[in-house]
């Protein structure tokens, strides 16, 4: 299910869907921290409904992990065949400086970001949108939805108002 590191630094197996052949898994580093409970130490940028400093419970690698607690940050996935580096770096200055937020994984086009809450909504929506203005690709969040599995559903969890 996951190995340790010197550190105390966990590799955990996060559920992101079910394929015919099994479950397809995103490894997150994360702190253990005993009775299938881990701190997510970055945002994933394949599985859905968590983020970087959430708290989540594993109980099989079958079924996505539930949220024990939030961690406050916003999990940013961004999907592209490819990205210009200098776009990349750009917006993770943007991020960094203005919503003190962090890349937290890059894989070719496809990027995950960690941003808190406490930026708001708004600013987020501001630089994340000139990046799309700039590049033509989207972003989106993707631990807001309650119903995360359904594509349709637009419902909103409310954990940072």
């Known amino acids: ?40 130490l970055s945002s994933p940028g394949l599985a859905l ?19 024990v607690q939030r961690g406050g940050n916003f999990c940013i996935q961004v999907y592209a065949d490819e990205l210009a580096a200098g776009h990349v770096d750009e917006l993770e200055k943007n991020v960094g400086e203005k919503l003190h937020g962090t890349l937290d994984g890059s894989y070719r086009g496809s990027l995950a970001l960690s941003v808190p809450a406490s930026a ?14 700039k590049t033509g690709v989207q972003w ?18 409310d954990w940072w108002q």
């Open 1 to 40: 299910m996951h190995h340790m590191d010197e550190d105390g630094t966990t590799l955990v197996a996060l559920f992101v869907a079910m394929r015919e052949d099994g479950p397809v898994c995103e490894e997150i580093p994360a702190n253990s921290l005993g009775e299938d409970r881990y701190e997510l």
């Open 120 to 133: 708001g909504m708004a600013t987020i929506c501001q630089v994340f949108d000139a990046f799309t203005a």
């Open 49 to 67: 409904n968590l983020a970087r400093g959430d708290i989540v419970e594993i109980k099989n690698a079958t079924a996505p992990a539930t949220v």
């Open 140 to 157: 989106y969040f993707a631990n807001v939805y309650k119903n995360f599995d359904d594509v349709d559903d637009e419902t909103l969890l």
